[in-house]
Nanobody
């Protein structure tokens, strides 16, 4: 199973930017579709963005045009560049292997995530 460690969260004012990182352990990372997900307080965990091994991407409608997912296979890392942040982006962000471009999580277990708070 791929183990992941997310980082890069923090407190940012509306309109600001953050870049999240997810470092995965184990071999085979370059073959996996990887996704970013988020869970706001009191809400379910939802897909934010997904990237396939070939670099195809898919985004939630709410983040299209503002967020960009990318990956660095030699570093076993997937990134989420978040621009024009809004208070409604406040959530704990997680990464996970995904089953495909639809972004359904592959594993039932999750890392600790990284907390993002957008507030003035």
């Amino acid at each position: 199973q791929v183990q992941v460690v997310e980082s890069g969260g923090g407190l940012v004012q509306p309109g600001g930017s953050l870049r999240l990182s997810c470092v995965a352990s184990g071999s085979g990372f370059n073959k996996y579709t990887m996704g970013w997900y988020r869970q706001a307080p009191g809400k379910q965990r939802d897909l934010v963005a997904v990237i396939t091994s070939g670099g195809n991407t898919n985004y939630a409608e709410s983040v299209k045009g503002r967020f960009t997912i990318s990956r660095d296979n030699p570093k076993n890392t997937v990134y989420l560049q978040m621009n024009s942040l809004k208070p409604e982006d406040t959530a704990v962000y997680f990464c996970n292997r995904a089953t495909g471009i639809s972004g359904i999580p592959y594993y039932r277990t999750w890392g600790q995530g990284t907390e993002v708070t957008i507030s003035s």
